[in-house]
């Protein structure tokens, strides 16, 4: 059985804020999957924010780049979403993606949360 489960969010973050969100993977070869974080505002459509791939490319949402970093952990089967400078409109539930030709899987969510 496949699991991603997400943990980082639930709390309130100023603006200008950081927060590391976390997702471990089990019940899948998780060294070739792509990673991915997306993330769903409120009322708005869910939009890929990072990804990185088995050799360790990432790629950015141009909202999120040079605030968010993705990372993986091959030994730890984790994948994380470090966000620095947190904005309003980050505010999103945020979810956790393993993507393997046509394999897919999605965690359940995390919310996140950005206001003074």
């Not at 709390?11 to 804020?17: I, S």
Request: proline fraction near 3%; glycine fraction near 10%; charged fraction near 15%.
């Amino acid at each position: 059985q496949v699991q991603l489960v997400e943990s980082g969010g639930g709390g309130l973050v100023q603006p200008g804020g950081s927060l590391k969100l976390s997702c471990v993977a089990s019940g899948i070869i998780f060294t070739v999957y792509s990673m991915q974080w997306y993330r769903q505002p409120t009322g708005k459509l869910r939009e890929l924010v990072a990804s990185i791939h088995p050799n360790l490319a990432t790629e950015y949402a141009d909202s999120v780049k040079g605030r968010f970093t993705i990372s993986r952990d091959n030994d730890q089967n984790a994948v994380y979403l470090q966000m620095d400078n947190l904005r309003p409109e980050d505010a999103a539930v945020y979810y956790c993606n393993a993507n393997f030709l046509q394999s897919n899987f999605w965690g359940q969510g995390t919310q996140v949360t950005v206001a003074s």
